[in-house]
């Protein structure tokens, strides 16, 4: 992983396509890092746009949180790099999603 | 999320490579300051590319909105925003998306808004947002650009410096006549100097291309801030982000 040859962006970047998939604002929400176990909001997720897809990273250690691939009609979402997600709720109100 | 239909009712240049253009959009559901949209521009023959911009403009119930577009070269997506585009065309657009890089009007603490060239568009939405809801709370920004001649919304600023928000520059390529410091980066002693002490606890905003981010969240961890406090949002420099 290197992030000069392929500059992150963060969770915010993401966010629009997630929006798809999550009834809820994903940046606001708290996840686990299934390896480091570090607990941080998806916005501070590392996100790689220009791959075949979508790829998040744990900020804290590397780990990849989420993939996400548009495969001609089919959506595929790989959540494995997260142990859980807390959803804030008072952000629903106004959170515009 | 759906697209919605946005039709071009203003355009304003704000420098010489960056536009703004406001948007009236169809059902548009509101939004809250520092929050983004992704627009879509699709070609006849089917190709789409899809970019994010901030959205520059207080919450409004008037269905308008504004973004700030810097152009890029070999950009596929903001020639076409900062040069082409003519009042009336219409744009696909999603939003408003994101819900943690945003200033609500109700939060009282003190801010601190620190940004690297036109990451400075969400920031203003934050200091307008203030401005429209008579919120009091100390607002500090401090503002990284190349050259006096890329500042963004300048005249507003310098209307609003002192009594709204405490604006601080630094000029990485060329500064003004009777600059004090020459060109250069934020560094640990502007960081000391312009921002807020670390024991008044400011929630920070700092948005830009990642290096910058990258650089001035170590900064401002280095001087004290809780990294709880510090909320980013990062673009690329061929991401054609903002």
């Given at each position: 992983m290197s992030s000069e040859a392929y500059p992150h962006l963060d969770g915010n970047a993401a966010a629009g396509e997630l929006n798809r998939i999550f009834a809820f604002d994903i940046t606001a929400t708290e996840g686990q890092c299934s390896n480091c176990g570090a607990r941080r909001r998806f916005a501070e997720a590392h996100v790689y746009m220009k791959c075949p897809g979508i790829v998040a990273r744990c900020a804290g250690c590397g780990h990849v949180l989420l993939r996400l691939v548009n495969a001609g009609g089919r959506l595929l979402l790989d959540l494995r790099g997260m142990t859980y997600l807390v959803l804030d709720t008072s952000q629903f109100q106004d959170s515009g999603g | 999320?759906?697209?919605?239909?946005?039709?071009?009712?203003?355009?304003?240049?704000?420098?010489?490579?960056?536009?703004?253009?406001?948007?009236?959009?169809?059902?548009?559901?509101?939004?809250?300051?520092?929050?983004?949209?992704?627009?879509?521009?699709?070609?006849?023959?089917?190709?789409?590319?899809?970019?994010?911009?901030?959205?520059?403009?207080?919450?409004?119930a008037d269905g308008r909105i504004e973004i700030t577009v810097e152009q890029l070269p070999n950009g596929e997506v903001s020639p076409y925003l900062t040069e082409e585009v003519v009042a009336g065309d219409e744009l696909e657009l999603r939003g408003p998306i994101g819900g943690w890089f945003v200033w609500r009007s109700d939060q009282r603490?003190?801010?601190?808004?620190?940004?690297?060239?036109?990451?400075?568009?969400?920031?203003?939405?934050?200091?307008?947002?203030?401005?429209?809801?008579?919120?009091?709370?100390?607002?500090?920004?401090?503002?990284?650009?190349?050259?006096?001649?890329?500042?963004?919304?300048?005249?507003?600023?310098?209307?609003?410096?002192?009594?709204?928000?405490?604006?601080?520059?630094?000029?990485?390529?060329?500064?003004?006549?009777?600059?004090?410091?020459?060109?250069?980066?934020?560094?640990?002693?502007?960081?000391?100097?312009?921002?807020?002490?670390?024991?008044?606890?400011?929630?920070?905003?700092?948005?830009?291309?990642?290096?910058?981010?990258?650089?001035?969240?170590?900064?401002?961890?280095?001087?004290?801030?809780?990294?709880?406090?510090?909320?980013?949002?990062?673009?690329?420099?061929?991401?054609?982000?903002?």
């Open positions: - | 999320m759906t697209w919605r239909t946005a039709t071009v009712v203003g355009l304003h240049d704000e420098t010489r490579t960056a536009r703004t253009l406001t948007l009236a959009v169809r059902d548009w559901p509101g939004h809250v300051a520092g929050q983004h949209v992704d627009v879509r521009l699709t070609a006849p023959d089917g190709y789409s590319a899809v970019r994010s911009y901030s959205i520059a403009s207080p919450p409004s603490e003190p801010i601190q808004l620190l940004a690297g060239g036109s990451g400075i568009v969400p920031l203003m939405g934050m200091i307008r947002s203030r401005l429209l809801a008579n919120n009091a709370a100390p607002f500090r920004l401090l503002y990284s650009v190349r050259e006096p001649e890329a500042i963004f919304y300048r005249e507003e600023l310098e209307a609003l410096s002192a009594k709204h928000v405490t604006v601080n520059y630094a000029y990485t390529r060329a500064v003004p006549n009777d600059w004090p410091r020459p060109p250069g980066r934020v560094d640990r002693d502007l960081i000391a100097s312009v921002t807020w002490p670390a024991n008044l606890n400011a929630t920070c905003y700092l948005c830009g291309p990642t290096g910058f981010v990258e650089t001035v969240a170590d900064l401002l961890s280095m001087a004290g801030n809780r990294r709880e406090k510090i909320r980013t949002e990062r673009f690329g420099p061929t991401g054609e982000r903002k």
